[in-house]
């Protein structure tokens, strides 16, 4: 069965540009979940959809927005990008089973110059 | 706002021994998930806990959530330096539905 697939791997971005970014989750899992990582906040959740509804939603800028097809996959966008939007990127998708834990992407590594 | 803390930060033994890392927090979690990150990838589920006391084992890994769910351990015997990299414990609340809280994590690294 094939994981979670994001894209693109990796991406450098000028300061004030935008950006969007992509998931595929698991076959058959509904909902999906954006986390940013960075050395010096660790893993911090962005926002999670399910069936095509943001479920959830931490606790960052309006500048990120994300969303769901009605095919599970996901996209995450960020405006007017800042110096410190750098990070990995990484998507989790769940079947929301109680228990059954997320299996994440590999990510993907934002650079803002 | 419910925090994870692990500890330590970093570790860095010798193949062939034992490690504890701790995971605590004053909050309850309703689950508690450990996950393994190597660089340049995602984290990689190792195991999800639900019972406070609830103790469970794959291989050389054991892992334990606390009597009242706010605390978790990840023991690893024998390292093998296939082991190293970041460990990361997360909590699922039970007020927050499905976003995790996640530690800051342990580096841990195995020489041979």
Redo the contacts between chains.
């Keep these: 069965k094939a994981g ?1 697939t994001q894209t693109p791997r990796y991406l450098i971005k000028t300061r004030g540009q935008q950006v969007t970014l992509s998931c595929s989750p698991i076959s058959g899992h509904r ?1 999906v ?1 954006w ?1 940013q990582q960075t050395p010096g906040q ?4 962005l926002f ?1 959809y ?1 069936s095509e509804t943001q ?2 939603k ?1 606790n960052f800028p309006g500048r990120f927005s994300g969303r769901q097809f009605s095919n599970s996959r996901s996209e995450m966008n960020v405006s007017t990008l800042e110096l410190g939007d750098s990070a990995l990127y ?1 998507c ?1 998708s ?1 079947s ?1 089973a ?10 993907t ?1 934002l650079t803002v110059v | 706002t419910q925090l994870l803390e692990q500890s330590p930060q970093f570790l860095s033994i010798q193949e062939g021994e034992n490690l504890t890392v701790y995971c605590n927090s004053s909050s309850v979690f309703s689950s508690l998930q450990w996950y393994r990150q190597e660089p340049g990838e995602g984290p990689v589920l190792l195991v999800t806990v639900v019972t406070g006391g609830e103790v469970k084992k794959l291989k050389r890994l054991t892992f334990q959530f606390g009597d009242a769910r706010k605390d978790s351990s990840l023991h690893i015997t024998a390292a093998q330096p296939g082991d190293t990299g970041l460990y990361l414990c997360a909590g699922g609340g039970e007020t927050s539905g499905s976003r995790l809280t996640f530690g800051e994590g342990t580096q841990l690294t195995v020489n041979p």
């Design positions: 979670v909902s979940s986390y660790g893993l911090q959740f999670e399910f479920r959830n931490g990484l989790a769940s929301a109680p228990g059954s834990g997320y299996t994440f992407g590999s990510g590594r």
